[in-house]
């Protein structure tokens, strides 16, 4: 398996937080918000040959996509590899890939896995998921369950919605901690409620099948139609297959819960307290 990594941001949204306020920084965050990478890489490469990180990073970066220069990995390595050295968080994160991946460097493993450590200790939720994904397949380091959940653990707590539904995973599985299916289910909806669609699909499945979250087939209609409409294959059979064992008014409040969740941003997944999910009773003889 191999690990699913991306390099951080686009190098001028790292031009959003606070100036540094020194000669050239300025007007290099002013060329790149203008799209003029050429004028911004003349104004940040001078800051980078002396030695300021951020200014390295961002050269990096411009070189990794090619704004303003010439597309080199081999020069973005180069420069991320000066960030990181300083301990500049993303440009570790950054390296880290390369080296996963072979992009200007020579692919190396455990390379790569340090840089990721180094950036992960800093709490860099990005290398923190990294990690917990090396150590879950043994790329880089010895496979280890339980050091990958605590890097997991650590990842999802910052919001990584990804981590999330991992650490969920791992928690029912009990892989590399306890089983408890109730707090797995409890991670995946934090994942779901951030738009995951395969975490709202392994939460519908949690609630169809009563897994760590009480029975109620409305809400794993709502999730298997939210993931349906946004082009979850699976989620779409599950959902129309849900539905012969539905009654009318359970899947028109399926519906209307779904339709709730395609206007909110995040979801918000109900009690089962306030939903009626009871099958419909015969009527009495009087």
Do not use: C
């Amino acid at each position: 398996m191999k690990p699913n990594l991306t390099r951080f941001i686009s190098a001028w949204l790292l031009l959003l937080s606070p100036a540094f306020g020194y000669a050239g920084f300025e007007e290099g965050k002013a060329a790149m918000l203008n799209r003029d990478f050429s004028k911004a890489m003349h104004e940040f490469t001078p800051l980078a040959e002396k030695g300021d990180a951020k200014s390295q990073h961002i050269v990096g970066m411009m070189y990794d996509e090619g704004q303003g220069v010439a597309q080199s990995y081999e020069q973005a390595s180069k420069w991320y590899n000066k960030a990181a050295t300083q301990g500049y968080v993303d440009a570790q994160y950054n390296l880290g890939v390369m080296y996963a991946q072979g992009q200007g460097v020579t692919r190396d493993d455990k390379i790569s896995a340090n840089w990721f450590k180094k950036a992960a200790r800093q709490g860099h939720a990005l290398s923190q998921f990294a990690l917990g994904r090396l150590y879950t397949v043994g790329r880089g380091v010895m496979q280890d369950d339980k050091e990958a959940a605590k890097w997991y653990r650590k990842a999802a707590e910052q919001g990584h919605y990804k981590a999330q539904l991992v650490l969920g995973g791992l928690y029912i599985e009990g892989r590399g901690v306890s089983k408890n299916e109730q707090e797995g289910a409890q991670w995946v909806s934090k994942s779901a409620e951030q738009g995951h669609l395969k975490a709202q699909y392994a939460l519908a499945q949690l609630y169809r099948d009563g897994r760590g979250v009480p029975k109620n087939a409305v809400i794993a209609y709502a999730l298997y139609d939210v993931a349906s409409r946004d082009g979850h294959v699976a989620a779409t059979r599950e959902r129309d297959a849900l539905i012969t064992q539905m009654s009318a008014e359970h899947i028109a409040q399926g519906k209307l819960l779904a339709a709730q969740w395609q206007k909110a941003a995040p979801i918000k997944i109900p009690t089962t307290k306030t939903l009626t999910t009871k099958p419909p009773q015969k009527a009495q003889q009087n």
